[in-house]
């Protein structure tokens, strides 16, 4: 037992003799090598966490923020006339915009709700519009292929050559931008909004037959 164990135990000892109330289990008679009467208390000194030693204490990290979503879930599908038909052409995993036409329909028509890998997309500022999703004919049953050389193994694809597909697109006053949308690839390209025409809206009768694919 060290001197500050000695002392400890001294005045321990003398409390006890003064009738001082000691409530502790583990009282033991002195060993040999502790020549100090009565009884030994053991008692520990300095002993705790870091912190209550005074070392420095880590700040809890501050939580990320919430980042905006890229991918908001589709919006209310909008009720109008007034449509833009495109023509999309798919070819060695490039999509681009081949034409697009002005279409007004005598009644509204509503904007279908369907799955599809690719997607047109109408904003305004952060806000999603519209989001018109379609598929390019043999191509919705094959997965993205990645990018390089095909492999060997790999089975043989279908959508050989250029594939088209027609869309029909809301002629919405709202959006200020519109893009097409790879979800195989996360590719987006930019579209002209509005389309960049010259003639009047062509009157239509009734959807032609993409158009019509489209429409509920």
């Excluded at 379609?134 to 043989?156: C, I, T, W, Y």
Aim: neutral net charge; hydrophobic residues 40%.
């Amino acid at each position: 037992m060290t001197r500050l164990g000695f002392e400890t135990a001294g005045v321990l000892v003398l409390a006890a003799a003064l009738g001082a109330p000691l409530a502790c289990s583990q009282a033991r008679p002195p060993t040999t090598a502790e020549p100090t009467p009565g009884l030994v208390f053991p008692a520990h000194f300095a002993e705790g966490e870091e912190q209550d030693a005074g070392a420095p204490t880590k700040e809890p990290a501050a939580p990320e923020p919430a980042k905006r979503s890229n991918a908001p879930p589709d919006p209310e599908p909008l009720r109008q006339a007034e449509q833009y038909e495109y023509t999309f052409a798919y070819e060695t995993g490039a999509t681009r915009a081949v034409s697009v036409r002005p279409l007004r329909f005598p009644k509204p028509v509503v904007t279908a709700r369907k799955m599809g890998r690719f997607a047109v997309e109408l904003w305004v500022g952060t806000e999603l519009v519209e989001r018109v999703r379609f598929d390019f004919p043999l191509l919705a049953a094959e997965d993205p292929q990645p990018k390089g050389r095909r492999s060997v193994n790999a089975p043989p694809s279908l959508a050989g050559g250029v594939l088209k597909a027609t869309v029909l697109v809301p002629a919405s006053i709202r959006a200020r931008r519109a893009v097409l949308v790879d979800r195989g690839t996360n590719a987006e390209t930019e579209l002209d909004w509005p389309p960049k025409l010259g003639t009047a809206p062509n009157d239509a009768g009734a959807p032609n037959d993409a158009a019509a694919s489209l429409a509920p």
